[in-house]
């Protein structure tokens, strides 16, 4: 079973697709941690890092290498932009929607050291940023606008949901 989670940044990505992978006893692949740990190789922040990817495609094609190589595998969650697009075959593709200021606020409150702002209002313009950056790259790369929700299966929209509450709802749509 292959399980596609993405979303916009601070929309719980990472941390649901860490508890669906233990409670459904699947391995965990984050496409987000790959390119934090690129950033800091770099030391850059993520959004130098993006920019930067707009001009520099061998940074998309270690990403994309890495969703290319799990094509191997078949028992595993992934979360990350373009996994839905990388893992077609995918059993279900999920997308976690969430509203601005929460997801900053998410974000603010995570150990994600690089992400910080004291500015919730710059925090917002900065992940805004962050995003047109990648839909840019990927549009040019792949023509695809990984925010479009035809691609997924499933849409949750986590503003108002606890991490268990969305887990839940996954699990639930595996199931059935």
């Not at 989670?5 to 860490?18: E, L, Q």
């Amino acid at each position: 079973m292959i399980i596609t989670i993405s979303g916009k940044a601070g929309s719980g990505k990472s941390t649901v697709a860490k508890e669906v992978a233990k409670k459904l006893n699947l391995k965990h692949y984050s496409i987000g941690d790959l390119m934090r740990q690129i950033a800091k190789e770099r030391n850059m922040s993520l959004i130098e890092l993006s920019r930067l990817a707009e001009k520099d495609s061998s940074i998309d094609t270690e990403l994309d290498r890495k969703n290319i190589e799990l094509r191997e595998e078949d028992n595993f969650v992934i979360d990350g932009r373009l996994t839905a697009y990388f893992s077609p075959y995918a059993e279900l593709k999920v997308f976690l929607d969430c509203k601005d200021k929460v997801r900053a606020e998410r974000i603010l409150n995570d150990k994600r050291e690089e992400e910080k702002s004291r500015n919730i209002n710059a925090l917002i313009k900065t992940i805004r940023q962050r995003e047109q950056s990648e839909r840019k790259r990927y549009n040019n790369l792949y023509n695809i606008d990984c925010y479009d929700k035809k691609l997924y299966d499933l849409i949750i929209d986590t503003t108002n949901l606890s991490v268990n509450e969305v887990v839940e709802k996954i699990i639930k749509a595996v199931k059935s």
